[in-house]
């Protein structure tokens, strides 16, 4: 059973910085990437951003520059230092674990940027 417990998220007024992290425990299989993606009300799920094991990175367009994704894999924790938030950045922020085993979810924190 693996287990991903997200935390950091909140309210912020626009501009300001939130950093989200989820720590994954558990029996966890061999792990291939982490990932953040978010919901708006109304909205699909998007990919937010991602990093494989070996490191590399990916980012919606709409948070490079502003969003930056790192991971401590003695921890098997995945980071996501948001600033320059924008009250379009509002949603549900979800971590996801990609493992050899299959994906897993955390169970989502808010994020509310105000303007």
């Known amino acids: 059973q693996v287990q991903l417990v997200e935390s950091g998220g909140g309210l912020v007024q626009a501009g300001g910085s939130l950093r989200l992290s989820c720590a994954a425990s558990g029996s966890i299989p061999s792990i291939n990437a982490m990932r953040w993606y978010r919901q708006a009300p109304g909205n699909q799920r998007e990919l937010v951003a991602g990093i494989g094991s070996g490191g590399s990175t990916n980012y919606a367009d709409s948070v490079k520059g502003r969003f930056t994704i790192s991971r401590d894999n003695a921890k098997n924790t995945v980071y996501l230092q948001m600033n320059s938030l924008k009250p379009e950045d509002t949603a549900i922020y979800y971590c996801?674990?990609?493992?050899?085993?299959?994906?897993?979810w955390g169970q989502g924190t808010q994020v509310t940027v105000s303007s």
């Open positions: 996801t674990l990609i493992t050899t085993g299959g994906s897993y």
